[in-house]
């Protein structure tokens, strides 16, 4: 049987950089080894070269099934030279190297062949899907075609690999990205006075905005954040710019309504700003005090010394769109990772934290069969 880490490695060799993503040969590699190993796959396409796919290991029961998901797609390299090939899946030290070791190629495998390794209890039980995406990284471009293109199914409760050092994470922030447009007059720039600055628009938008709050703080989540990541505006240095637009990054919180906050926003800016919706993916967070959650919980706390607390992260996952669409079961973000690995230079995943993944994964599984 392939081991977690040849499979890991066999992941890491394919380049799915996103944008442009590119993810259908390692989709498609990855489709094939999982119909030589028994699972029933379907492959969806959302563009050229853009794939997602749906995996089932039925059961015998009829009893939900658990669910894994995780996305094939990483981020760019960035501008830092590697040491490590970053499609090369090199080991040194106790280290996988490569881009989306972390994020989240060696949680996939780890789900994968933990799966393969409790296949009778999977059988013989309530069964699993595995949901694997393209073009998360971009706002869950793939998560979002899946749903318009497949007939999602009916599961118990959904894991999803992002890296969390094998901690149990139940919930995350959600992202509201809106475009914020100001529209002018054009005029010679040694005329200004024929035109209407758009950037003095923008300027005074962004005074508006950077007192701005998207909300009261939640218990667990704490407070929501603004950023406007980018800005754009003019021709040329003797023109008077007759259009600028800036980008405004929010994570929010679930007891924060992105309706609202973008209606709240628009009438601060006022008439002179047109404001568009670019991503709108919800917070998700989970009970703490569900069964499933709290055996979750039993199953990683001997991996950790000290007792586990309920914990987010702030950044979002594919959970935003296919909770909804699976009926909002129960969800844990749990994965080998190192969050701070992620996006990275010279990212790498602990051959130990695979191990321990595999491990823990196999008892949920085993934990979801025997459940009635």
């Known amino acids: 049987m392939t081991t977690t880490l040849e499979l890991a490695r066999q992941l890491l060799g394919f380049n799915t950089i996103n944008p442009p993503g590119n993810e259908v040969d390692c989709m498609q590699f990855f489709a094939d080894w999982l119909r030589e190993s028994g699972f029933e796959v379907s492959l969806s396409s959302f563009g050229e070269g853009r794939c997602n796919l749906i995996a089932r290991l039925p059961g015998a029961t009829t009893g939900k099934p658990l669910a894994f998901t ?100 139940i919930g995350h922030k959600g992202a509201l990205w809106l475009r914020c447009e100001t529209r002018g007059k054009t005029a010679h720039g040694a005329m200004p006075e024929l035109g209407i600055n758009a950037i003095y628009l923008a300027a005074d938008a962004l005074g508006k905005i950077q007192h701005f709050s998207p909300g009261a703080p939640h218990p667990l989540m704490k407070q929501p954040t603004l950023n406007v990541g980018r800005i754009e505006g003019g021709l040329n240095i003797n023109s008077v710019p007759d259009h600028t637009r800036f980008d405004v990054d929010i994570r929010s919180t679930p007891n924060l309504q992105h309706a609202t906050i973008r209606q709240q926003l628009t009438t601060l800016l006022g008439k002179s700003v047109t404001v568009s919706t670019l991503i709108d993916l919800p917070a998700v967070l989970s009970e703490e005090d569900s069964v499933w959650i709290k055996q979750v919980y039993q199953r990683c706390q001997p991996l950790h010394e000290k007792p586990l607390q309920p914990r987010v992260v702030p950044y979002f996952t594919d959970a935003s769109l296919l909770l909804p669409a699976l009926g909002n079961p129960p969800c844990i973000i749990l994965g080998p990772g190192e969050p701070s690995m992620a996006h990275q230079t010279d990212e790498y995943c602990l051959l130990s934290r695979i191990d321990e993944a595999e491990q823990l994964y196999g008892e949920i599984i085993r934990d979801w069969m025997c459940s009635t």
Request: charged content about 20%; glycine content about 14%.
């Open 70 to 169: 995780g996305h094939l797609d990483t981020v760019p390299l960035g501008n830092a030279q590697w040491q490590y090939d970053p499609f090369g899946s090199q080991m040194d030290d106790g280290r996988l190297y490569g881009r989306g070791a972390s994020d989240m190629k060696a949680a996939i495998a780890a789900f994968a062949i933990a799966c393969l390794r409790q296949r009778k209890d999977i059988i013989a039980g309530h069964g699993v899907v595995l949901l694997i995406t393209g073009g998360e990284e971009t706002g869950c471009d793939g998560a979002r075609a899946l749903i318009e293109s497949e007939t999602m199914p009916a599961i118990g409760a959904l894991i999803v690999g992002e890296p969390t050092a094998n901690y149990p994470v």
